[in-house]
């Protein structure tokens, strides 16, 4: 079928009747905007409203399976838990996997968009949150429908495999390693390329990014329990106060960066809570801290890591608690630095200019220190090459509007957080499917 039927059937597109079989990203856009009105947008839009909290998108990995089961895609459902993977073959070449997070966070919504989410879930921890794609992860989603519709209809333009990976708690760091346990390579092949972007709430709707090296920060999960001996607030002699050592814990971790990690080596060590005792006049016998700890080497990560433990266990020393009542560090759900490859990155940095125009591949600057769970299908050891990407997801009006005094941009896991659906899933389509059809051209 050539790509002319292929698109009316899948989108509509009376205008493209007259259209030649194969022009290029042009013909792609058209698709794309096509079937975002035709299907896509409603799909957004359910996603948005019914979010689900990590390891428990049972109906999103759902309705996610439906999808790409419409779209021709052979479909796997509980790889890693809730993961999703559908296999679309075409023929002899690559096996190129594309992945999207789906989990949401237990985040109220406040944007005051008229789909938003008045989602509450139960958690696996028993209690009750509050609901809402805070980080874009809905788009990703829709997106990756997009793709596998379009692909599925345009089999004469490439030739290969695609693995669709719909991956769980993202939110947790924890999805991507479960899926990697539970056989992903095993079960369904080691990819030649591996291919995910993220939303950037901040970034023009039609515009990507990408480094030639590092895309994202490692990112580790840190609790500390800091035992204390109870007693009455009144008689602080009589026990061990946890509260002021833990406390004495949390500014010591700020000289791990000033003082002892290289100064040209980024790290961060942020303590983001500090839970301890019940009433005003009770010493608790324990306090507890949970930290991110960031990094973009690994050796840091492990020095970083390696201080907090140090620091923690011998200011619980010198507050006088017996050894058998030192605090306790343990280290959860983590994740690598994301390092794209770089003969990758640069190939489809140029299918990108290509495809969108120069001007709307921006020079990728590291803002900040996210991390990303992507990280774990590109270790070096897996030995499959990444291109993780960013897509802009600000229209001009709101850009306009924050330049000129207006509400800022929200943040990413902010109850305010939203983004153009439209330029956003219409960009982060075009740009799949122009990689696949460079990545796997026909044979």
């Not at 999808?67 to 096996?95: F, K, Q, S």
């Not at 999805?175 to 390329?193: H, K, N, Q, V």
């Not at 990112?219 to 406390?247: E, F, K, W």
């Amino acid at each position: 079928m050539s790509l002319r039927h292929s698109l009316i059937s899948i989108a509509c597109a009376s205008a493209l009747a007259a259209s030649p079989a194969w022009a290029g990203p042009a013909e792609i856009d058209t698709a794309v905007a096509s079937d975002y009105d035709a299907h896509l947008e409603e799909l957004f839009i359910h996603f948005h409203r019914n979010p689900e909290l990590s390891f428990l998108e049972v109906e999103t990995a759902a309705r996610m399976a439906e999808e790409l089961r419409a779209a021709g895609v052979e479909v796997t459902e509980g790889v890693g838990g809730t993961g999703v993977v559908g296999i679309l073959r075409n023929g002899d070449g690559p096996l190129i996997l594309l992945r999207a997070d789906m989990d949401g966070l237990p985040v109220q919504e406040a944007s005051g968009l008229p789909y938003a989410s008045e989602v509450v879930q139960t958690g696996t921890d028993g209690e009750d949150y509050h609901v809402m794609h805070a980080c874009g992860h809905d788009v990703h989603i829709t997106s990756m429908v997009g793709t596998a519709r379009l692909l599925a209809s345009i089999r004469d333009e490439w030739s290969g495999t695609v693995m669709f990976v719909v991956q769980p708690a993202e939110e947790r760091l924890g999805g991507a390693s479960a899926m990697l346990e539970d056989g992903l390579y095993d079960r369904f092949g080691r990819p030649d390329y591996a291919l995910a972007f993220h939303v950037a709430s901040g970034m023009p709707i039609g515009t990507v990014s990408a480094s030639e090296g590092i895309q994202a920060s490692s990112s580790d999960n840190v609790d500390i329990m800091v035992p204390g001996i109870g007693t009455h607030g009144a008689s602080p002699h009589l026990g061990r106060d946890p509260v002021l050592v833990a406390s004495q814990i949390v500014v010591a971790l700020q000289a791990i960066d000033s003082r002892e990690i290289m100064p040209l080596a980024p790290v961060v060590v942020t303590v983001g809570a500090f839970h301890a005792g019940t009433k005003h006049n009770i010493i608790s016998d324990r306090a507890d801290l949970q930290l991110t700890v960031r990094s973009n080497d690994d050796s840091v990560r492990e020095q970083t890591i390696a201080a907090i433990e140090r620091i923690a266990v011998n200011t619980g020393r010198a507050a006088g608690l017996p050894e058998d009542k030192l605090p306790v560090v343990t280290v959860g759900p983590g994740t690598p630095v994301t390092r794209n490859d770089p003969a990758l990155a640069q190939r489809l940095n140029g299918v990108m200019a290509r495809t969108f125009g120069a001007d709307a591949v921006l020079p990728f600057a590291q803002t900040n220190m996210a991390g990303e769970d992507f990280a774990y299908f590109v270790t070096p050891d897996k030995g499959v090459p990444g291109y993780y990407f960013a897509v802009g997801g600000a229209s001009p009006e709101i850009l306009e509007a924050a330049r000129n005094g207006g509400p800022p941009v929200p943040g990413h896991h902010s109850p305010l957080f939203k983004v153009d659906p439209r330029g956003s899933i219409t960009t982060g389509t075009q740009a799949m499917i122009a990689a696949v059809l460079d990545l796997a051209p026909p044979q």
